[in-house]
Nanobody, 125 residues
């Protein structure tokens, strides 16, 4: 079965960096666009970034533009989220997802084919 497993979350001070990873299995990875969402306590799940099947197209939310970068490795079946200059408001559970239609952008949550279980990122002030 398809699995998306996130890792790399943790506790970091404001201004610090983290690199999240998502390892996919059970699917033909390079036929899916991939993305990251996050959900803060009491908040809705919100779009963070997405990347095309080949990795040459990316879209990043305005709230993290210039601080976060998405990338992928189609050999290792992994997608990454490099997070720099972290702020307390970046505290959330971060989820990766996969879209079989290869779209890059903000889609309704139900449009994604698969989701991971999430990894907690906590930024202290």
């Amino acid at each position: 079965q398809v699995q998306l497993v996130e890792s790399g979350g943790g506790l970091v001070q404001a201004g610090g960096s983290l690199r999240l990873s998502c390892t996919a299995s059970g699917l033909t990875f390079d036929t899916y666009s991939m993305g990251w969402f996050r959900q803060a306590p009491g908040g809705e799940r919100e779009f963070v970034a997405a990347i095309s099947r080949s990795g040459d197209g990316m879209y990043v939310a305005g709230s993290v533009e210039g601080r976060f970068a998405i990338s992928r490795d189609n050999v290792k079946n992994m997608v990454f989220l490099q997070m720099n200059s972290l702020r307390p408001e970046d505290t959330a559970v971060y989820y990766c997802n996969a879209d079989s239609r290869g779209r890059v952008g903000v889609l309704p949550l139900g449009d994604y084919d698969y989701w991971g279980q999430g990894t907690q990122v906590t930024v202290s002030s």
